[in-house]
Antibody
Framework: EVQLVESGGGLVKPGRSLRLSCTAS????????MNWFRQAPGKGLEWVGV??????????EYAASVKGRFIISRDDSKSIAYLQMNSLKTEDTAVYYC??????????WGQGTLVTVSS | DIQMTQSPSSVSASVGDRVTITCRAS??????LAWYQQKPGKAPELLIY???NLQTGVPSRFSGSGSGTDFTLTISSLQPEDFATYYC?????????FGGGTKVEIK
């Protein structure tokens, strides 16, 4: 059974940093692209970024709203994807989800972790 | 960037009704479209990928169609567990983008 478990969320002040983790199990982690999405309270879904699998050089892409502030990385030996969030803004407040992607679709989602950016 | 426009934003329907949700892309995306269902407080779940392919385990009352810019999600006979919000997502190019969502409510 595929499982994705996000952790690391919490309350943080504007301008500070936070690192989220996505621990995966039930599949060969290195074979898949891993995405991060977010959903602000009461709002729709927003793509944050992706890290491709080893076969594609573990390259990354980011949404314009987070480019230069957020960094996605992965540790295939531990089956973990990370989202390093720097220079956080109040508008980054959201539930953050990681996903496993294939054929252009998000096959599996984690339960999400809430990040609240507030002074 | 590709924009995704979903309609309607909400629909009231009864159990047994046929419900159709449309999604329009601002430019052609071939069949690079997925549909998700999200219930309150829960993560989204994949229903349809590549515009018309039913994800394993999803009931056959759900179906998807379309290509290019216009897509449709149909629920052939609405069940109580189908009351939720539905999102389309394009996967043709970055940035990935979602429609604004369609909330299916009980009439």
């Amino acid at each position: 059974e595929v499982q994705l478990v996000e952790s690391g969320g919490g309350l943080v002040k504007p301008g500070r940093s936070l690192r989220l983790s996505c621990t995966a199990s039930g599949f060969t982690f290195g074979d898949y692209d891993m995405n991060w999405f977010r959903q602000a309270p009461g709002k729709g879904l927003e793509w944050v970024g992706v890290i491709r699998g080893k076969a594609y050089g573990e390259t990354t892409e980011y949404a314009a709203s987070v480019k230069g502030r957020f960094i996605i990385s992965r540790d295939d030996s531990k089956s973990i994807a990370y989202l390093q969030m720097n220079s956080l803004k109040t508008e980054d407040t959201a539930v953050y989800y990681c996903t496993r992607e294939a054929v252009g679709a998000q096959l599996d989602w984690g339960q999400g972790t809430l990040v609240t950016v507030s002074s | 960037d590709i924009q995704m426009t979903q309609s309607p934003s909400s629909v009231s329907a009864s159990v047994g009704d046929r419900v159709t949700i449309t999604c329009r892309a601002s430019q052609g995306i071939s069949s690079w479209l997925a549909w998700y269902q999200q219930k309150p407080g829960k993560a989204p779940e994949l229903l349809i990928y590549a515009a018309s392919n039913l994800q394993t385990g999803v009931p056959s009352r759900f179906s998807g169609s379309g290509s290019g810019t216009d897509f449709t999600l149909t629920i052939s006979s609405l069940q109580p567990e189908d009351f939720a919000t539905y999102y389309c997502q394009q996967a043709n190019s970055f940035p990935l983008a979602f429609g604004g969502g369609t909330k299916v409510e009980i009439k």
